[in-house]
């Protein structure tokens, strides 16, 4: 079974501070999402990386996929309360059940 | 507006009562899949289809079973609910479901099972 980590856990911030969240398995991923999730809703795709070394942009969210396509990070530029929510990575490998992490619960405070 | 739509969102049932929880996408999408989601447990697949009549296990299925006869529903049965069935559920597509394509989630139903 693929494991995805994701770290940290928890993070509690300023609006205005600037933020990485962690994604790393021992495996080898064809590709990777990230996505955000608000309590009591669904979680939303916010980026698929699928080139080891690919970086995405979202505004003020910046996507890394490692090299070896085994970890991914995702970067927040001057958090806002908007950013608040749990963010998911998935990653997808040769079969069709792909493995979620836990995620990071991000709050920033006004 | 493109979605995946379930019902109810909101569910409190007594153990063995059988149930259906509604699965509905407008995106023409070929994978359809049910997961359900626990605290300190994360996201977990239940059941997934990659097209009409073709369903296969997750990571979780015991006490669950799906359908796929239309491309657009896929509806979860529990047959026998459990209290450790209570869960927050989710139903997802994707165009294909293979790498490099990602998901799109309903909004969730919870389950409370007494």
């Known amino acids: 079974t693929q494991l995805l980590e994701q770290s940290p856990q928890f993070l509690s911030i300023q609006e205005g501070e600037n933020l990485t969240v962690y994604c790393n398995s021992s495996?080898?991923?064809?590709?990777l999402q990230w996505y955000r999730q608000e309590p009591g809703e669904g979680p939303v795709l916010l980026v698929t990386v699928v080139t080891g070394g690919e970086v995405k942009k979202l505004k003020r969210l910046t996507f890394q996929f490692g090299d070896a396509r085994k970890d991914s990070s995702l970067h927040i530029t001057a958090a806002q309360t908007g950013d608040t929510g749990l963010y998911l990575c998935?990653?997808?490998?040769?079969?069709?059940?792909?493995?979620f992490g836990r995620g990071t619960s991000l709050i920033v405070h006004p | 507006e493109a979605q995946v739509t379930q019902n109810p969102r909101y569910l409190i049932t007594v153990t063995g009562k059988k149930l259906t929880v509604t699965c509905s996408q407008n995106?023409?999408?070929?994978?359809m899949s049910w997961y359900r989601q626990d605290p300190g447990l994360g996201l977990r697949q239940i059941y997934y289809s990659m097209n009409v009549e073709v369903t296969d296990k997750g990571d979780v299925p015991e006490g669950y079973k799906v359908s796929r006869k239309e491309k657009r529903n896929f509806p979860l049965i529990l047959e026998s609910p459990s209290p450790n069935q209570t869960s927050l559920y989710f139903c997802a597509s994707s165009l294909t479901g293979g790498p490099g394509y990602g998901y799109t989630f309903g909004s969730g139903t919870r389950l409370t099972v007494v």
């Open positions: 995106m023409n999408h070929e994978y």
């Open positions: 998935a990653g997808g490998g040769g079969s069709y059940i792909p493995t």
């Open positions: 495996s080898v991923f064809s590709s």
